[in-house]
């Protein structure tokens, strides 16, 4: 079994930056990837952002490209996002994959574990 934390929401102003942390623990040596995904009010659960952790190779989605970051320390993974907007107002999840299980990294159903999620408000 894989845990994952989420931390570093809370009320923004557009235009700031944050910082989002997903610290993973227990088995993580089962760890494929991880990823960032977001659910606003009314609206279904969409990714964000992902970073294999076999290959490095990062995933962006189209509404955060160019402004994020997804990077990874130890077991630790970050997703800067920068220039926020009142439309990135979402609960943030983080989520892993299973090694050798079938799937992608920017559909939710490819992930197998996930966190509580962190609140994330941008003010206009």
């Known amino acids: 079994q894989v845990q994952l934390a989420e931390s570093g929401g809370g009320l923004m102003e557009t235009g700031d930056s944050l910082r989002l942390s997903c610290a993973t623990s227990g088995r993580t040596d089962n760890i494929h990837g991880v990823g960032w995904f977001r659910q606003a009010p009314g609206k279904e659960r969409e990714f964000v952002a992902a970073?294999?952790?076999?290959?490095?190779t990062t995933y962006y989605a189209d509404v955060v490209k160019g402004r994020s970051t997804i990077s990874k320390a130890k077991n630790t993974v970050y997703l800067q996002m920068n220039y926020l907007k009142p439309d990135d107002t979402a609960v943030y999840y983080c989520s892993a994959r299973r090694r050798f299980s079938g799937g992608d990294f920017v559909t939710r159903s490819s992930y197998h574990w996930w966190g509580q999620g962190t609140q994330v408000t941008v003010a206009s």
């Open positions: 970073l294999s952790w076999t290959s490095g």
